[in-house]
């Protein structure tokens, strides 16, 4: 008993997870002013590719562990719907829409994460993450429609015109969002007995595999990299993909979907307070607002509501003839009033035999119940 509590001290707590957790859409929402100020933003396909490929060779090496039998269709399956067709659908959102919108899109896969987990892994969602998914989204929503937020408000930041909404950009971030959606939950329903570093290697590779022909049909050769490529690249692969993945699949191991799902409303959150920090872009009162919603509703969406205690389990014996003569006479013996005499003594009243007689009659019913129990156990020789 005592090994199992310091087992259960010395485990994780759940907010140890949620911290795990957080590295990834920290580091994903750095990867926007990496991106934007380091990387060649006119190949974004060989951009996945760079990015995906050496990320998935270095977790390989570290797990040194390949797929067998059917992780080989799994890790081909998740890689399509986690890296590959989830880049080329970001990358055809993000030349459609503006990012502001195309963010706000994305940030709706908190609730499809919660939706999804409830039919396909049997995680029904309870009040209090619903409740925090839908302050994150409000948030998202203030802090990047609000406007003022240069590469995050788009076109409409920068001249005050209501933004362009193409539908295909709308399908396409929608798309992207719902595909990766469903390849989480089914990353934490495959995932089970198997190394979260073999598991990730198996899909990034699959995945840059999966986008390579696009780059080369879409964009050619490969980019040429400068020395600030070189160390952009290099922050992309190893943080913002190999440990960002790691952590992300390591949340979905420990935690519920939909937990994981609010977690990942802290990307755009990183986004726009980097891009203020480090790039001096505009953070007005909408950014702040924003901010603060998101925050109170991964919060939120972390408490869990206590579990109303049981009561304790009542034994009732089995009514038997014997049983309820004895209930009876107890009860009418109980019923009626005191016959003693004014001037008799108190101590000698609660000592007459006729008081006694109800107690006599329980007595003797529970003994007769007792002996029809055991001429019933005598009878089955079986019945334990």
């Given at each position: 008993m005592e090994a199992n509590r310091a087992d259960a001290r010395r485990a994780p707590s759940r907010w140890t997870w949620v911290l795990v957790t957080a590295i990834?859409?920290?580091?994903?929402?750095?990867?926007?002013f990496v991106t934007r100020h380091f990387l060649p933003l006119?190949?974004?396909?060989?951009?996945a590719v760079?990015?995906?490929?050496?990320?998935?060779l270095l977790l390989l090496a570290l797990a040194r562990s390949r797929p067998r039998g059917s992780w080989w269709w799994k890790s081909l399956v998740l890689g399509t719907l986690n890296v590959g067709a989830f880049f080329v659908l970001v990358y055809v959102a993000s030349q459609l829409l503006p990012s502001s919108v195309a963010s706000t899109l994305?940030?709706?896969?908190?609730?499809?994460?919660?939706?999804?987990?409830?039919?396909?892994?049997r995680d029904r969602p309870t009040v209090l993450p619903v409740v925090g998914a839908v302050l994150g989204f409000v948030g998202v929503a203030v802090?990047?429609?609000?406007?003022?937020?240069?590469?995050?408000?788009?076109?409409?930041?920068?001249t005050g015109a209501a933004p362009t909404i193409d539908p295909l950009g709308v399908a396409a971030s929608l798309a992207a969002m719902f595909m990766s959606s469903i390849g989480f939950i089914l990353t934490k329903k495959w995932a089970v007995g198997q190394k979260t570093l073999a598991i990730t290697s198996w899909q990034l590779i699959a995945g840059a595999v999966l986008v390579l022909p696009f780059a080369v049909l879409v964009e050619g050769p490969p980019p040429p990299i400068d020395a600030p490529a070189a160390i952009g690249f290099a922050y992309v692969t190893v943080i913002a993909t190999a440990l960002a993945f790691v952590a992300w699949f390591t949340g979905l191991r420990h935690l519920p979907a939909g937990t994981v799902g609010l977690v990942g409303l802290l990307n755009p959150v990183t986004g726009v307070l980097l891009g203020t920090l480090l790039a001096a872009e505009p953070f007005?009162?909408?950014?702040?607002?924003?901010?603060?919603?998101?925050?109170?509703?991964?919060?939120?969406?972390?408490?869990?509501r206590r579990p109303t205690p049981l009561a304790a389990p009542t034994f009732?014996?089995?009514?038997?003839?014997?049983?309820?003569?004895?209930?009876?006479?107890?009860?009418?013996a109980t019923a009626r009033p005191a016959t003693t005499r004014p001037d008799a003594p108190q101590e000698d009243a609660h000592l007459r035999p006729r008081d006694l007689a109800p107690v006599v009659d329980v007595r003797q019913g529970l003994r007769d119940h007792c002996s029809e129990h055991d001429d019933v156990a005598g009878r089955h020789p079986g019945h334990d």
């Open positions: 990834a859409p920290i580091a994903w929402g750095s990867n926007y006119d190949h974004p396909l060989w951009g760079l990015r995906a490929l050496p990320a998935g994305m940030a709706t896969s908190a609730a499809v994460l919660m939706l999804l987990a409830w039919p396909l892994l802090m990047l429609l609000g406007g003022g937020v240069r590469g995050v408000g788009g076109a409409a930041g920068a007005g009162p909408a950014q702040a607002v924003g901010t603060v919603l998101v925050l109170a509703g991964v919060i939120v969406g972390q408490r869990r009732e014996p089995a009514a038997t003839p014997a049983l309820a003569t004895a209930r009876t006479a107890n009860a009418s």
